[in-house]
């Protein structure tokens, strides 16, 4: 199936391995989980793009390196 | 009787040959008299072509000659529309005097058109009837069995494509399910790089267990591994180091009577930074080793261990005699904390033991240069010495050990004394070499991929032609698995599917590999600034709202795009209404704002 259930508690533990002072609101985790989907899509655009640019068919590890220093630099907030 | 042209009305003249001739039927093919038909009278154009057509058909057909002629043709197949159509005038010509009667020219053409047509049709009756039938009847014949023929056929190819696609189909899903699987090890074996600190830990971790073995102390060993896993984060690179080495070289020298000594001294190490090992030498009792685990429980601090260990250590000198081969190993351990990096207790308690410097050699001499190494030489003897159930899994901790050792701590390794090598680990050191490259490998390939190190550690069990050991499966899941305890990770089959879903294009492994580590880095990034956000806003919980900020700074929220629309596209039903408060009849709003 294309969607999996979000792991809510995952993420929850992630960020408290982080931040452990940090709470999280009820929902709040959710929407880390749609930033987490929207940064995916953002750096797999970027990485298709830069297989299509090097006109090969399969992502490689060098089309993601690049992918993802443009996409982390982005997303920096 | 003949027709009185003259006299006869046409009324009389249809009576006469209502009654006088023979019932023609315009098909069958029989002799009819035209003479009759020759009268033109009142009758409309079309009732007068038919009954001229009819007693023409009649007239045509029984001309045998002409007929066989045009057979005769036919029988060729290959009819010569002249030849028919020069017979065929020879009778038209009879009915176009017929023809003549009539009173519109456009009957007489319809007459000539029908002339022309019928008598082919009438002289060619018999064939063109037959023709046709034998024609289809071939046809059909013919066609049928070209159709099952084309249907087996097909159907045949179609048993083979099916066959074919369907063990294509399954090799597939073999395949993927393999690959899955090969994916799915790798959750169990993934280390975290920001925590070089428990790899070391980790590291350190099977070294007790290693130990234990050879003091063949099964109970201290369970217990004293248990206690070591609760031990935590603790860890120092270079006492880490240190101990490996110490370790090694303790396990070259000792002999069985100071390997219990060594067991309760790894424990301590753990949680003890350059602490005294030496009074773990010394402790031989039970007793002791049970408290040291009890030590390895609650020395989590530094300082709450420095000073049970100094305790002890003072107590441990008094009890027991030294030897040579122990203050050798104090002095071994003392050059290697000295070494590494060591705390001042450490130093203090080296002050204790009046153990010579003068030893440094040989404790280097028994340092290996990699830790990898090390621990090979830990298999090594353990291989030869014990003969404990755990021993495979030490081997497979090892293989851990080294794996993250490996990857974390190359730079350590070096620093440390990297130019010795032992005498007695190099008739070893040959047999390890033979691991060391799998290991590195293993271990430089991919740190994920340390599930792959048991497996050369296991096949170089076999190798060793001493005791066949079948670990006891004692606690597996501390070795491989419950990862996610210590270092929450997100699932990396969620990872590859949801990237795999968006970049629509098949993507190599190491790829993904790349992509999961950027989103652990984007993860502490996350953490970070919603930390950021939160502090700003003067609160201590992050909210919807300072997510909401944090995606319209990343550009993912605009003007254009609001948040709602964003919810909706990407995440499911579910989630969308406990985040999007919809309204419901009774005033309601779910969820309740």
Known sequence: MMKRTAPRSTLRKIIKKHKPQLRLAANADLLVHLNFLLFLHRLAEEARTNAFESKSKIIKPEHAIAAAKVVLKKSRG | MLPDLDNDTPRFMLKRIIQTQPQVSPLAPQISKHEETEEAGLEPPSKRISSTVEMQLPDLVPEDTSMTTFYMTRKKKKFSISEFERAADKRLPQNQTQSTLDSTSLARS????????????????????????????????????GVEQNMLQRKAQNYLVDSQTASMIRRA??????????????????????????????????????????????????AAHEEARLVGLVSNVGTHEGRTQRYSEKNLIVDYEHVGRMTPVSPKTFVSQGEDHQSHFHQSDPMEQFSVPEEVVAGTTEH?????????????????????????????????????????????????????????????????????????????????????????????????????????????????????????????????????PAFIHAAAYKPLSSLSTPHPAESAVPKFPLQPLRAKPVPKSSGVSRRKMHEPELASSLIKKVFSHYVKMPVARDAFRIVKKCSERYFRQLSNDLEAYTQHAGRKTVEVADLEVLMRRQGLVTDKMPLHVLIERHLPLEYRKLLIPVAVSGNKIIPCK
């Open chain 2, 304 to 436: 709450h261990a420095n000073a049970r260990y100094s305790e002890q250590l003072e107590k441990k000198l008094t009890k027991t005699p030294e030897s040579q081969i122990t203050k050798a190993q104090d002095a071994r351990v003392e050059t290697e904390m000295t070494a590494s990096e060591e705390e001042e207790v450490a130093e203090g308690s080296v002050e204790h033991l009046d153990s010579p410097k003068a030893e440094p050699e040989i404790a280097r001499s028994f340092g290996a240069g990699s830790l990898s190494r090390h621990s090979h030489a830990f298999s090594s003897q353990y291989f030869e010495k014990s003969g404990t159930k755990s021993f495979k899994k030490a081997v497979e901790q090892a293989g851990e050990l080294e794996d993250r050792t490996v990857t974390g701590e190359v730079e350590e390794m070096e620093e440390e004394t990297t130019d010795d090598e032992a005498e007695i680990e190099e008739p070893e050191s040959q047999e390890i070499s033979m691991n060391t």
């Open chain 2, 173 to 222: 899903t073999l395949m993927s399910d393999a690959e899955i699987m090969m994916s799915n090890t790798e959750l169990f074996v993934q280390p975290q790089f920001g925590e070089q600190s428990q790899h070391r830990l980790s590291a350190l971790e099977p070294q007790l267990p290693e130990s234990k073995i050879s003091a063949q102390g099964s109970k201290t060993f369970d």
């Open chain 2, 110 to 145: 319809l007459h000539m058109s029908l002339g022309s047509l019928i008598p082919p049709d009438t002289v060619e009756k018999r064939g063109l009837l037959r023709r046709p039938k034998n024609h289809k009847a071939i046809d059909m014949e013919a066609f049928e069995g």
